[in-house]
């Protein structure tokens, strides 16, 4: 299967993929939008934070119809492996095809969402096509916090119908999605002289992954996992001061590697000595979820200065029983997370020590007790926590006219159509509450690997997902 750009969709899948459109960049991705709806006589809106609304009259009989919105966000989750040169801010996407996927070289794809705005684009061009009015709703800044969703007016919105096309999987749609809130956990520190040696701890060899679609899985968590190493040397005597902590890229991926630069005045051998058990335990507890984790010491230049030993150990000690990861699950949808959390990047900016953390839950009440419990722990360890871009969910309604037509699109083709209640934030959940009564589903192609450099779109599954897509806005009327 070849990336064929004879194919609307694929031809603008790979012009966006020129555009660099990490979160919080995507003005030039939108002015390509808004450039684009402006060249075919496309009535449209773009707003301060880089939304663009876009609107198609309905074709020959399908005036009286109610209007369909379509919408995907325009931002990706801008990650690379560590042996890649690639500024986000400026290059393109290196795109290549293998067995049948489209792939980016060494970084991310895009195809969240990239895909649902592909799709929009050529369904707003195609004069051939048969459906209802339509809006299309291309959202900015979703990676961090729906911010460009969260900025939208009920007054906006032209319909009650709504396609989320941030809904991969081709033979299923998402029926429910849970809400969250980011938490920044800091803590004001102070640094000391040093003339102690200096090494540097690395975690590397973890999967990573969306966390929220992935938490459940139990992957390992650089960022927890290199405190926790450090925090199980001290408790075998090892002096450690730190003076330096990185790790994680996105606050809402599984961080996949971490560096600590520390000193101390032991000897190489045993601080590799207490090293050896806590990584052996932790490979152990990894073997079936992240087979590939490793830990271990590099010496470093010796830094001028390091932090206090109390800084050092209140951070260890946070990070060390900071609720994270998978929390809860529904006993009443199989396979459902109903709440987590993610402390997706740890830095130091000047003399501040920061914890970036997602926070997921269906239930409100689950996001409430799991801030109050980093509050509480950060009371002791001396750490502000301030909470922001927060958002609801999305219930599940047994009632849906769309999920019956795409059931029926998909049927027809010998596919039982899949239901899914999401764990990660989609949102859908700030158009149901713009218009409570909206009628939502999800749809897409199949892609995996999203929010990692391992993401991937099936480019045949592309194909049939468009088409079906097509069917399901022709049966609207």
Same mark, same amino acid.
């Given at each position: 299967m070849d990336f064929d750009l004879n194919k609307r969709y694929c031809f603008h899948f790979n012009a966006i993929s020129m555009i660099p459109r990490g %979160?919080?960049?995507?003005?030039?991705?939108?002015?390509?939008?808004?450039?684009?709806?402006?060249?075919?006589?496309?009535?449209?809106?773009?707003? #301060?934070?880089?939304?663009?609304?876009?609107?198609?009259p309905a074709s020959a009989g399908y005036e009286d119809a109610e209007p369909v919105v379509l919408q995907a966000?325009? @931002?990706?989750?801008?990650?690379?492996?560590?042996?890649?040169?690639h500024d986000f801010e400026k290059d393109p996407l290196d795109l290549y095809v293998e067995d049948g996927w489209l792939h980016a070289r060494g970084t991310t794809l895009g195809a969240d969402d990239g895909q649902g705005v592909a799709y929009m684009l050529a369904i707003l061009e195609d004069e051939t096509l048969e459906h209802p009015k339509l809006q299309c709703i291309f959202t900015s800044m979703e990676e961090i916090g729906l911010i460009g969703a969260s900025a939208l007016k009920k007054e906006d919105i032209i319909g009650k119908q709504l396609i989320n096309l941030d809904g991969g999987g081709?033979?299923?749609?998402?029926?429910?999605?849970?809400?969250?809130?980011?938490?920044?956990?800091?803590?004001q520190v102070s640094f000391a002289g040093n003339t102690d040696p200096a090494?540097?701890?690395?975690?590397?060899?973890?999967?990573?992954?969306?966390?929220g679609g992935m938490i459940h899985l139990e992957r390992g968590n650089s960022n927890i996992l290199a405190a926790r190493i450090l925090r199980e040397m001290q408790d075998?005597?090892?002096?450690?001061?730190?003076?330096?902590?990185?790790?994680?890229?996105?606050?809402? =991926?599984?961080?996949?590697?971490?560096?600590?630069?520390?000193?101390?005045? @032991?000897?190489?051998?045993?601080?590799?000595n207490a090293l050896k058990p806590a990584a052996e335990n932790i490979r152990g507890e990894l073997e079936f979820s992240d087979p590939g984790f490793s830990a271990f010491l590099d010496e470093a230049p010796k830094p001028e200065k390091a932090l206090t030993q109390k800084d050092t150990d209140d951070i260890l000690n946070?990070?060390?029983?900071?609720?994270?990861?998978?929390?809860?699950?529904?006993? =009443? +949808?199989?396979?459902?997370?109903?709440? %987590?959390?993610?402390?997706?990047?740890?830095?130091?900016?000047?003399?501040?020590?920061? +914890?970036?953390?997602?926070?997921?839950? =269906?239930?409100?009440?689950?996001? @409430?007790?799991?801030?109050?419990?980093?509050?509480?722990?950060?009371?002791?360890?001396?750490?502000?926590?301030?909470?922001?871009?927060?958002?609801?969910?999305?219930?599940? %309604?047994?009632?849906?006219?769309?999920?019956?037509?795409?059931?029926?699109?998909?049927? #027809?083709?010998?596919?039982?159509?899949?239901?899914?209640?999401?764990?990660?934030?989609?949102?859908?959940?700030?158009?149901?509450?713009?218009?409570? @009564?909206?009628?939502?589903?999800?749809?897409?192609?199949?892609?995996?690997?999203?929010h990692t450099p391992d993401e991937k779109l099936d480019l045949a599954s592309f194909d049939r997902a468009y088409a079906n897509l097509c069917e399901v806005l022709r049966r609207c009327r």
């Amino acid at each position: 299967m070849d990336f064929d750009l004879n194919k609307r969709y694929c031809f603008h899948f790979n012009a966006i993929s020129m555009i660099p459109r990490g %979160s919080r960049n995507e003005k030039a991705v939108s002015d390509y939008i808004a450039g684009f709806a402006k060249e075919h006589r496309l009535a449209y809106k773009q707003d #301060e934070v880089w939304n663009v609304l876009v609107e198609k009259p309905a074709s020959a009989g399908y005036e009286d119809a109610e209007p369909v919105v379509l919408q995907a966000h325009i @931002d990706m989750v801008c990650e690379k492996n560590n042996d890649i040169v690639h500024d986000f801010e400026k290059d393109p996407l290196d795109l290549y095809v293998e067995d049948g996927w489209l792939h980016a070289r060494g970084t991310t794809l895009g195809a969240d969402d990239g895909q649902g705005v592909a799709y929009m684009l050529a369904i707003l061009e195609d004069e051939t096509l048969e459906h209802p009015k339509l809006q299309c709703i291309f959202t900015s800044m979703e990676e961090i916090g729906l911010i460009g969703a969260s900025a939208l007016k009920k007054e906006d919105i032209i319909g009650k119908q709504l396609i989320n096309l941030d809904g991969g999987g081709e033979t299923r749609t998402c029926v429910s999605s849970a809400g969250g809130a980011r938490a920044r956990i800091t803590k004001q520190v102070s640094f000391a002289g040093n003339t102690d040696p200096a090494y540097t701890l690395r975690v590397r060899g973890l999967l990573g992954g969306h966390s929220g679609g992935m938490i459940h899985l139990e992957r390992g968590n650089s960022n927890i996992l290199a405190a926790r190493i450090l925090r199980e040397m001290q408790d075998a005597g090892c002096d450690i001061r730190i003076a330096d902590f990185r790790g994680g890229l996105k606050f809402n =991926a599984i961080p996949r590697e971490a560096d600590i630069l520390f000193v101390s005045c @032991d000897p190489k051998e045993k601080l590799e000595n207490a090293l050896k058990p806590a990584a052996e335990n932790i490979r152990g507890e990894l073997e079936f979820s992240d087979p590939g984790f490793s830990a271990f010491l590099d010496e470093a230049p010796k830094p001028e200065k390091a932090l206090t030993q109390k800084d050092t150990d209140d951070i260890l000690n946070m990070m060390y029983v900071m609720p994270n990861g998978f929390q809860h699950r529904s006993l =009443a +949808i199989e396979g459902l997370t109903t709440a %987590s959390l993610n402390a997706g990047v740890v830095y130091f900016e000047n003399d501040v020590f920061t +914890i970036d953390d997602m926070i997921r839950s =269906a239930a409100a009440s689950h996001t @409430d007790t799991l801030i109050l419990q980093i509050r509480i722990l950060g009371r002791a360890f001396g750490f502000e926590i301030s909470v922001h871009d927060r958002y609801g969910g999305w219930a599940f %309604s047994s009632r849906s006219r769309l999920r019956e037509i795409l059931r029926d699109v998909l049927k #027809e083709k010998g596919i039982e159509m899949m239901e899914r209640a999401a764990h990660g934030g989609l949102e859908c959940g700030i158009f149901k509450a713009l218009i409570p @009564d909206m009628d939502i589903i999800t749809y897409g192609p199949i892609s995996t690997g999203e929010h990692t450099p391992d993401e991937k779109l099936d480019l045949a599954s592309f194909d049939r997902a468009y088409a079906n897509l097509c069917e399901v806005l022709r049966r609207c009327r």
